[in-house]
């Protein structure tokens, strides 16, 4: 039976490219040439907490790209000129409400209601009484407009165009007729294929890769579409593997070429954009640098990024910035254009070891030796929250290796700190689980991570044993000794049920189910 596709969704599809590619202009002259919209935002729990919470900057750049009936859209231009009143916000209340689209036409459809706004506007004080009818209230008329606005809007999963390629190119593999390891011209140097597998904890030895000489990695990282896992070592190298094997990627004409990416001091830490086209990596002198990973081009440098190591580097959700934390107790922001830092942010009395951008996009959370996890916000750089993970006497003292935001529950975090006890903790700091190794000696946690759902803790302790927590049993389910020497981190591939663990012991191992 042949499968039918409807024109429209390709165009969707096609629109949903431009978007995410920043297209604006092309993107709307499609939607008015085809009269098909594409009403989608990243992620519907996010669009509503925005309005819910009056974060109306955010929700105007959303609903640009989508279609809403007008009278939703008067409805919402009301509501935030009301608000922008009430802040005595006049001029930018005064902009909105002459020279908006949907206010222009609320003056002709419903002049009372305009003059209202007008009256309300030129009145040297604000009175809620008048602004929300009896029964009514700020609060209440966010939820009513959030909740009209959800339900126009949907949610479909990034790249889907991309990702139905891959899937066409996995099923040509399938077939035979790509064999496996064959370059395709299709946008990127390779098929990227995204596998559905059930969440396993690993058992077995895959691969082991060793580093030659007195040299170890200090950081490794999988790209986000699966194909790369890169390590920076003790003397500044970054490489390029193919994990399968346990070689280095020689298909990158410059590691063929014998020349790699390289850093003046050993590399500390590293991620990539979420595009898998940039990596960043920060060193033990405080220096940044981002590289194009299929050229091995340097595009960036932050000579002066930190006073001292970088311990911790990710992108923005743009890749615009790059937020950075370090041992001299600052978390700072860099643009990429500008190559400036943009941001700082203090409050931390000891190294700061990790940060990341929380899935809403206007606060930041941050783990530390000192003890503590904080949340900031990103707009003013102002410490929202201090929490102390730790219990007991002298939980003050005791690191915080790291934090993971849980995938599925983002108001959620997995805390790992220098104990035998790993917490998840919500944005309130309360602890929700906890997940001990019961070790009373040399079970300490030094590093953590999280399986792609969320569904497995992976952390290892100060005896070189992997620890495997499942999430909804709350049970520890295995144990495995993976290294003979300290192990300095570990990393989960994005979609496969992959494990790198890398130590001083001079490896990288791999690990499978």
Known sequence: MALEIESADVIRLVLQYFKENNLPRTFSTLQEETGITLNTVDSIESFT?????????????????????????????????????????????????????????????????????ETLLARSYFDPREAYPEGSSKERRRAAIAQALAGEVSVVPPARMLALLGQALKWQQHQGQLPPGTSIDVFRGKAAVKDEEEEKYPTQLSRTIKFLGKSHPECCKYSPDGQYLVTGTLDGFIEV???????????????AQEQFMLMNDAVSCMNFSRDSEMLATGSQDGKIKVWKIQ??????????????????ITFSRDGSQLLSASFDQTIRIHGLKSGKTLKEFRGHTSFVNEAQFTADGHTIISASSDGTVKIWSLKSTENLNTFKPALGSSASE?????????????????????TNTVSIMNMQGQIVKSFSSGKRQGGDFVCCTLSPRGDWIYCVGEDHVLYCFSVSSGKL??????????VIGISHHPHQNLIATFSEDGTLKVWKP
Request: with cysteine; aromatic share 6%; net charge positive.
């Open 49 to 117: 907490s925005d309005i819910n919470n009056g974060h109306w900057d955010t929700v105007l750049i959303a609903i640009q790209s989508l279609k809403l009936p007008d009278n939703k859209l008067i409805d919402l231009y009301e509501h935030i000129v009301l608000e922008l009143i009430e802040l005595r916000e006049l001029s930018a209340a005064r902009s909105l409400l002459r020279q908006t689209d949907p206010m222009i036409m609320l003056k002709q459809l419903q002049p009372d209601r305009y003059i209202h706004l």
């Open 398 to 418: 005791i690191t915080v290796n790291s934090i993971h935001l849980l995938p599925r529950n983002t108001e959620q975090f997995v805390v790992c700190n220098r």
């Open 295 to 312: 050229t091995g081009q340097c595009l960036r440098r932050f000579e002066k990024a930190h006073a001292a190591g970088v311990t911790c």
């Open 477 to 486: 389910e295995r144990t495995l000794t993976v290294h003979e020497k300290e």
């Open 241 to 255: 593997w193919n994990f399968t094997t346990g070689k280095l990627r020689k298909d990158l004409r410059y590691q």
